[in-house]
């Protein structure tokens, strides 16, 4: 070939040898070159995949009813030791430990060892009488009074007082408060709204009567008071109270060496990636049993490896993909209960204004036709995502009240049932066309349509949902970009409608209220759809007027409710979650859950090391 | 017996030295073909590089990455050879289009620092002076830049960029070391006589460079770009296990690997990561070996052929 090139070449010698390096280098890179190009026209697999395959087995499917929620004593309790605590996540936490100020999930974590709120709840999620302040209830069901229990003190050994508790309110009601808090609850309190809007100095509602003793009047008295209404974490004002709010959340005493009044007190944080706790003897409740805790942030890689080889006693969570390979480990015991939670799929129809301090929908964003956001919904298939990805322990939500709040929750709302072919009539129906030279829908005025479907990027089953999920939308002809997008940065994004999500996927922790105001009301930035509408609040009001104390109205309101949310579609949720999480066989006296009665102080260890798998 | 290999050789050689004189092609040619093992590593890698670009063409990248939940994690088995991945697809397809892509940005990688480098380093040998002074300036600057650092940098920042804006960020930063390498032959190749000549019978300069010099360096460039091949498959699939490689939905070599961070598929799951790292390992191995033989081939001395 080389020969053959040399005989044919030009007049010169030199001129051909210089011919030849590029030959050579054609040679070496051409066919790669040319390997690049994928447009091809084969197409053979069926679209329906009704065939189940041979290979996996139909069984293997868990149940959230069997598991236990109390860790089954093995042994006798020793005197102290550490519990070793994995904050699973994928990306350091925030640490903004304080509960006025935090945000994500990560730093409750880091949080629910050194401080905690004023009242408790039983497994009802209704105030009850054993927290670190009691409460009484006016006639008119109006005025709430509290009383602080005397040994309640900060960590710092200044008693926990009723100007911290009012202290709370006012920061957290302040125009110049930066986290994200503030919501109807807070707007219940008399005169909040005038010291919101800066018309007053204080908050006519609230009244210390006395150290120990504050007064809190609300405007309308509603179930939901009762049910995570009132705010009870305290802000030490002999701390943050010469402090600007706007500070705050930035400060040392909230990054740094925070304060509270829990069972343990903050030795060491290492920004992001551990903290250490040692016991405070003068907790509340009595002496912790332990002699304190290491938290330590591990990702979802490695969180198994870490159980079994008893680098951990506990973990905030568990992949529950994980769950079927080593539900035999020996040295676990496995815990699971019904999470207070929900995963969804929401559509930005506008934005928050700030200014005015509510959501404003956009008429012209790009989700803003029902149909669109309807047919999306009929595309997927939640069952079998459930079913597949996570044997079970994932299942096809109903509702937007999750099954944890018993007395709320309707398995048999009307919904969409899954059919893509329903979803392709709806949108060809709406004028989401296909344009034939690119394949995709366009909208109903002829513009392309391109959809930004923001997914949290984390373990691998994530991401395959995520796709299973931009794929199952391309099946009906929408063109999608998927961005696979880090937790913190994500909810950032959500939180401050960045301009290009039109679509993201997120999950709800959902409060101990039912009442969803503080998710989907028109004031609250939660609300990251942006949704809202007359029927929307009507509904919503409803759900925490005085009516609503009669359980059977506020039932149907709330499934009213629900099934209105259902047809308007700014959000649809997804699945409903078991929280199964396994514990060291070395633990004693933890459950998980609401309402076990059992509190971190009362968590015990039956050796000093943490168990390894045999 | 040893000897008597060894003297029949020098005859062969001398036989065929008297009919004409080896090109430097020819050299490397025989050098490759003497180097038995340089020899299968060859054959190894253009069965690899056809058998992946023909295999491409037939599958459907589109089709391949479809999550299909009717077979997450499945074995090998007769209808997935290499068995699926957790989101169901098929991993034979994911390596061959995986190999396409990170073979592909290789080879272009390879081939941009090559123009760049050689341009730049044989004008910056040619000229010396100022010129010369200018631009090895320009590579000492680049090459204190922490290059890894700047890709991953820029990979974070830039949310959607393709194949092609990735290999010219990583071409940014590698073409350094071919330049220096060509500048100092070309700085002795200057000195000789045939430049001389050249020069003095008023051939221009831009003819003596890439007509008179660019030829002398072509062995030296063939070898330094088949070693470059090597470390730019390595440079891809390392920064695509990191996650700072290819865009989410390209498969490549790298990313089938780094699904083995995941512990339930380290232990469980080896037909994810093993092939990918199999052909990664043989890949760069045999690569090696041709541009170790070339680079033999390259010096009289060593010369095995």
Redesign the interface.
């Known amino acids: 070939m080389?020969d053959k090139e040399e005989d044919r070449g030009g007049v010169?010698m030199?001129?051909k040898?210089?011919g030849?390096?590029f030959l050579?280098?054609m040679i070496?890179?051409g066919?790669?070159?040319?390997?690049?190009?994928?447009e091809?026209p084969?197409?053979?697999?069926s679209e329906d995949?009704s065939?189940?395959?041979a290979?996996?087995e139909t069984d293997g499917m868990y149940s959230i009813d069997d598991f236990n929620n109390i860790k089954t004593p093995m042994g006798e309790a020793i005197e102290g030791g550490v519990l070793n605590f994995g904050l699973v996540s994928d990306t350091s936490f925030e640490g903004t430990l304080n509960y006025n100020f935090y945000q994500g999930n990560p730093d409750a974590q880091v949080l629910q060892f050194f401080d905690e709120g004023f009242l408790s709840w039983d497994e009802n999620f209704v105030y009850g009488q054993d927290g670190a302040a009691t409460y009484e209830i006016s006639e008119d069901g109006r005025t709430f009074t509290f009383t602080i229990r005397d040994h309640v003190n900060w960590h710092d050994g200044e008693p926990v007082t009723a100007r911290d508790w009012a202290f709370a309110y006012e920061v957290i009601g302040d125009p110049d408060y930066d986290g994200v808090r503030f919501g109807a609850d807070f707007l219940n309190v008399v005169g909040m709204e005038e010291y919101h809007k800066g018309e007053a100095d204080e908050i006519a509602g609230i009244q210390i009567l006395n150290d120990k003793q504050l007064e809190i009047e609300f405007i309308r008295t509603t179930p939901s008071i009762l049910t995570g209404g009132i705010w009870t974490y305290p802000l030490a004002y002999h701390i943050f109270g010469e402090m600007e709010v706007a500070e705050m959340s930035a400060s040392n005493e909230i990054r740094q060496n925070p304060v509270g009044f829990g069972p343990f007190k903050v030795e060491t944080i290492v920004p992001g990636e551990s903290v250490t706790y040692v016991r405070n003897d003068d907790y509340w409740r009595g002496r912790p049993n332990l002699d304190g805790v290491t938290l330590r942030v591990i990702s979802p890689?490695?969180v198994?490896?870490e159980l079994r080889t008893g680098g951990v006693d506990l973990v905030s969570s568990f992949p529950i993909?994980?769950f079927p390979?080593n539900e035999a480990l020996s040295n676990l015991e496995w815990l699971g209960i019904v999470d207070r939670a929900y995963s969804y799929i929401g559509f930005k129809l506008g934005y928050w204004d700030s200014e005015l301090g509510q959501n404003v929908m956009d008429p012209d964003a790009k989700m803003a036709d029902v149909n669109l956001r309807q047919a999306m919904w009929q595309a997927v298939?939640n069952q079998?995502?459930g079913e597949?990805?996570y044997h079970g322990l994932r299942w096809e939500a109903s509702g937007l009240i999750a099954p944890s709040h018993k007395a709320f929750y309707n398995p048999d709302l009307e919904r969409p049932p899954y059919d893509p072919e329903l979803a392709k009539q709806l949108l060809d129906e709406a004028g989401y066309t296909v344009n034939e030279s690119t394949g995709y829908r366009e909208t109903p005025d002829g513009e392309p349509l391109v959809i930004n479907f923001y997914h949290m990027s984390g373990?691998?089953?994530q991401?395959?949902v995520a796709?299973?999920y931009a794929?199952a939308w391309e099946d009906i002809g929408l063109q999608i970009?998927?961005?696979?997008v880090e937790f913190n940065s994500f909810y950032d994004q959500v939180g401050e409608d960045h301009p290009d999500i039109d679509v993201y996927a997120a999950a709800w922790t959902v409060g101990i209220n039912v009442d969803p105001t503080n998710l989907y009301g028109p004031i609250t930035p939660f609300n990251y759809s942006r949704f809202v509408s007359d029927e929307n609040t009507r509904l919503l009001e409803l759900g925490v007027s005085e009516a609503a104390f009669d359980l059977d109205y506020r039932y149907d309101i709330y499934n009213e409710w629900q099934q209105y949310m259902l047809e308007q579609a700014p959000v649809f949720p997804t699945h409903y979650r078991a929280n199964v999480t396994p514990v060291n066989n070395r633990v004693l006296n933890y459950g998980v859950g609401d309402g076990t009665g059992l509190y971190w102080y009362d968590v015990a260890l039956t050796q000093e090391e943490t168990l390894a798998a045999e | 017996m040893v000897k008597l290999f060894k003297s029949k050789k020098v005859e062969k050689n001398l036989v065929v030295n008297k009919d004409e004189t080896y090109s430097g092609f020819q050299i490397l040619w025989r050098e490759l073909v003497k180097d038995r093992v340089a020899l299968i590593s060859l054959i190894f890698v253009s069965v690899i590089v056809i058998g992946v670009g023909v295999i491409s063409l037939i599958l459907n990248q589109d089709e391949i990455v479809r999550v299909d939940l009717f077979s997450l994690n499945q074995p090998p088995s007769s209808e997935y050879r290499l068995g699926t991945d957790q989101g169901g697809r098929d991993v034979f397809g994911l390596l061959i289009i995986g190999a396409r892509n990170s073979l592909l940005v290789a080879a272009l990688v390879t081939l941009l620092t090559g123009i760049i480098g050689i341009l730049l380093g044989i004008v910056s040998g040619y000229f010396g002076g100022q010129v010369d002074h200018l631009l090895m300036r320009i590579v000492d600057y680049s090459n204190i830049l922490p290059t890894l650092m700047i890709i991953i940098a820029f990979v974070t920042a830039v949310p959607n960029y393709t194949i092609i804006q990735f290999s010219l960020i990583m071409t940014l930063f590698r073409w350094t070391s071919i330049a220096r390498l060509i500048r100092s032959r070309t700085l002795q190749e200057r000195e000789l006589e045939y430049v001389q000549a050249s020069k003095t019978l008023g051939t221009s300069n831009f003819k003596t460079i890439f007509v008179q010099v660019l030829p002398n360096l072509s062995s030296l460039i063939i070898v330094t770009m088949t070693l470059n091949l090597a470390a730019n498959i390595g440079l891809e699939s390392g920064l695509s296990f990191l996650g700072f490689g290819f865009p989410d939905d390209t498969p490549s070599l790298g990313t089938l690997v780094s699904s083995a961070r995941n512990p339930q598929i380290l232990e469980l799951r080896w037909w994810i990561w093993m092939p990918a790292s199999i052909l990664i390992l043989l890949l760069m191995l045999s690569i090696n070996n041709i541009g170790q033989a070339l680079k033999r081939a390259t010096d009289a001395r060593q010369r095995r052929g």
């Open positions: 080389l010169k030199k001129k040898r210089y030849r390096v050579g280098l070496a890179f066919f790669m070159l040319t390997a690049c190009r994928n091809t084969e197409e053979s697999t995949g065939e189940v395959e290979g996996m890689a490695t198994i490896q993909d994980q390979e298939d079998l995502v597949r990805f373990d691998d089953v991401e395959a796709r299973y794929q970009n998927l961005e696979l």
